[in-house]
């Protein structure tokens, strides 16, 4: 079962439908050797938008957000919750989540969208309220940048 959206239940959190610190040592032009914090990915401008099934038609759940890392950009996992729940996720839990479909925009940054077709029947089943979006964006050299709340949306009824 993938997780992609996650709402609350009596068992606890159902899925529907779906560091290191240090420093880095290198040799400049001068053969000096030279310590620079690594750098982390960054996420800039998340936004989510919900839009609801209606006349037969399937919704959908859209999140796009820049991100940036000065060694290019693997990933980003994305992760729907509803804030009226007692759903904290970690950085560990969005890293099994879905990702997103990232388009290089240069070697450093890629605009990044995530899609998420929303049954009619899945509607019904979710909470009604503000939602939140938590995503984990992975650098490809590895280093990685968690966002607990990068946008929020509301699902109405």
Same mark, same amino acid.
């Given at each position: 079962?993938?997780?992609?959206i996650?709402?609350?239940?009596? &068992?606890?959190a159902?899925?529907?439908?779906?560091i290191?610190?240090?420093g880095?040592?290198? $040799?400049?032009?001068?053969? $000096?050797?030279s =310590?620079?914090?690594?750098?982390?990915?960054a996420?800039?401008?998340?936004a989510?938008?919900?839009? &609801?099934?209606a006349?037969g !038609?399937a919704?959908?759940?859209t999140f796009?957000a820049?991100? =940036? +890392?000065?060694s290019?950009?693997?990933?980003?996992?994305?992760?729907?919750w509803?804030?009226?729940? +007692?759903?904290k996720?970690? !950085?560990?839990?969005v !890293?099994?989540a879905e990702?997103a479909?990232?388009?290089?925009?240069? &070697?450093r940054t890629?605009?990044?969208?995530?899609?998420?077709k929303?049954?009619?029947k899945e509607?019904?089943?979710l909470?009604e309220?503000?939602w939140?979006?938590?995503v984990l $964006?992975t650098?490809e050299?590895?280093d990685?940048t968690?966002?607990p709340?990068?946008a929020?949306?509301s699902v109405?009824?």
């Amino acid at each position: 079962m993938s997780r992609r959206i996650v709402v609350p239940s009596l &068992a606890g959190a159902v899925a529907l439908g779906g560091i290191a610190i240090g420093g880095i040592a290198w $040799a400049g032009p001068s053969g $000096a050797a030279s =310590t620079a914090a690594p750098v982390k990915p960054a996420v800039e401008d998340g936004a989510a938008r919900y839009v &609801a099934p209606a006349g037969g !038609a399937a919704g959908s759940l859209t999140f796009t957000a820049k991100v =940036t +890392d000065d060694s290019g950009v693997r990933s980003l996992k994305v992760l729907a919750w509803p804030k009226s729940s +007692d759903l904290k996720p970690t !950085a560990a839990e969005v !890293a099994t989540a879905e990702s997103a479909t990232c388009e290089k925009s240069s &070697a450093r940054t890629s605009a990044c969208t995530y899609t998420l077709k929303v049954t009619p029947k899945e509607a019904a089943e979710l909470p009604e309220g503000v939602w939140n979006v938590s995503v984990l $964006a992975t650098a490809e050299d590895g280093d990685t940048t968690f966002v607990p709340e990068a946008a929020a949306f509301s699902v109405p009824r």
